[in-house]
């Protein structure tokens, strides 16, 4: 699809195109998987960051306290979310190469190994060889965003640091693969620059890393822009109507994708989104370092303020009412044969 026929669908605003898109996509997100929606829990491992990346409570520019959680700290967190009953993880760290290397990522990787069976890691972007080291310790996927491919917005909203290399942050994905990660997660930090322009590039970086790596799963993610206590820039443009499109195009687009969503967005909109295409999505979630465990409420600096407070049995209980079935686990561990 074009650059043109793209902007036309996103651009259409009339009720009846809205709704014959999302009914589209909903009928063909139920043929290709019925009603299964994976769900995995974040954590937070550390929120030391080298980068400056203006919309982001992490930045190396905000005062907030620094926290890296040691061993036994993090293997209470994982507990916590393990008891939840989630055994698919997702750990996220600030970009910093000092104080969160391979080796620290490596062992938090073999403690997690203990109580997950699908471990995804969030962090800096890395090197073919590191990544093949995490990914014998247990890795087996990676989320990284390119928030906008708009070079120039790019330049204006990364402003020191690794991330300001956008052809670096752009290639991790090929690296990843190459290093055997089984699942990649690419995504758009929607409110940042022109949706119609992200949506059609990110479309491209996908379908170029499918015919370079056929056999990766990959996923896709629009988190909005949303408040956090330090970030000054902190709005989103980018409505639930041009939203839910957004969504149901991808998913006709891109008929057996997985598609994330994150507790950023109200649990209305939510249980919207998982009719129309959304396959997995993070419940019981707290976006601070430590914040399962380790700290009270109002200690906590997340990256964002979640908006579905939800537990993870509520959200269990309300997908299975709307006859979704809830997952945790769709993958096991084996031998990596590396
Ligand atoms: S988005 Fe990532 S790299 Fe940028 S400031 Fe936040 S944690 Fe650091």
């Known amino acids: 699809m074009t650059f043109q026929q793209i902007k036309n669908i996103l651009n259409d605003n009339t009720p009846q195109s809205v709704e014959d898109l999302a009914q589209e996509a ?3 997100s139920r043929r290709q998987f019925g009603g299964a929606i994976s769900l995995y829990g974040p954590l937070y491992l550390s929120n030391f960051c080298s980068s400056h990346c203006t919309y982001c409570g992490f930045n190396s520019h905000h005062k907030i306290e620094r926290i890296k959680l040691a061993p036994h700290q993090y293997r209470n967190e994982m507990q916590f979310i393990h008891a939840q009953g989630l055994r698919n993880i997702l750990m996220l760290t600030g970009e910093s190469y000092k104080h969160t290397p391979v080796s620290y990522l490596k062992e938090a990787a073999l403690i997690a190994s203990e109580y997950f069976q699908g471990i995804a890691l969030e962090a800096h972007p890395m090197e073919t060889f590191e990544y093949k080291e995490l990914f014998t310790a247990g890795v087996d996927g990676i989320a990284v965003y390119q928030e906008t491919y708009d070079r120039a917005r790019y330049a204006q909203v990364h402003l020191s640091g690794r991330k300001k290399d ?4 752009y290639a991790t994905a090929y690296r990843a693969a190459e290093a055997g990660m089984r699942h990649i997660s690419l995504g758009i930090l929607l409110g940042l620059s022109d949706p119609v322009y992200d949506t059609f590039a990110l479309y491209q970086h996908l379908r170029e890393l499918e015919k370079s790596f056929p ?7 629009f988190p909005r822009l949303r408040t956090v206590k330090t970030a000054s820039l902190a709005s989103c443009d980018v409505n639930d109507v041009q939203f ?5 195009l991808t998913r006709l687009l891109f008929p057996r994708m997985g598609i994330n969503l994150s507790t950023r967005e109200e649990p209305k909109l939510r249980d919207h989104l998982l009719e129309i295409g959304i396959t997995r999505m993070s419940a019981g979630s707290n976006t601070s370092v430590g914040g399962y465990t380790l700290l009270e ?5 997340p990256q964002f303020d979640t908006k579905d407070g939800r537990s993870v049995d509520e959200i269990v209980k309300s997908l299975k009412s709307r006859n979704f ?14």
């Not at 056999?215 to 993610?221: A, H, I, K």
């Not at 079935?325 to 590396?338: A, M, Y």
Request: no cysteine; net charge neutral; glycine share 6%.
């Open 215 to 221: 056999g990766v799963e990959y996923s896709v993610s």
């Open 26 to 28: 909903a009928k063909l």
């Open 297 to 301: 409420k109002k200690a906590q600096d």
């Open 244 to 248: 839910v499109k957004i969504i149901a």
């Open 166 to 169: 956008y052809d670096f942050r």
């Open 325 to 338: 079935d809830p997952v945790f686990t769709d993958w096991r561990h084996i031998e990596n044969g590396l």
